[in-house]
């Protein structure tokens, strides 16, 4: 998964090295500031496929991925 500023095009650091979050199950991030009110969030699904979405700078702030979740699986999908 990673995290970077709306308005930087590079994606951030890999937030999660090589851990993975499976089914039902959630990860924490902490410790993260931004001078920006919104972060873009990216994530690679098992089938290299990716998932991003944008979420709110905000304690509490959840990016919950469903199986109706847009996917970039390249080639146009």
Not at 10 to 32: R, V
Not at 47 to 70: H, K, M, Q, R, Y
């Amino acid at each position: 998964m990673f995290i970077s500023p709306m308005l930087t095009p590079m994606i951030g650091s890999d937030q999660l090295g090589e851990s993975e979050i499976g089914p039902g199950a959630s990860h924490t991030i902490s410790n993260l500031s931004w001078d920006q009110q919104q972060v873009k969030v990216v994530a690679e699904d098992q089938d290299g496929c990716f998932l991003s979405g944008v979420v709110a700078v905000a304690d509490n702030s959840v990016w919950t991925i469903t199986n109706d979740t847009p996917a970039d699986c390249g080639g146009g999908n």
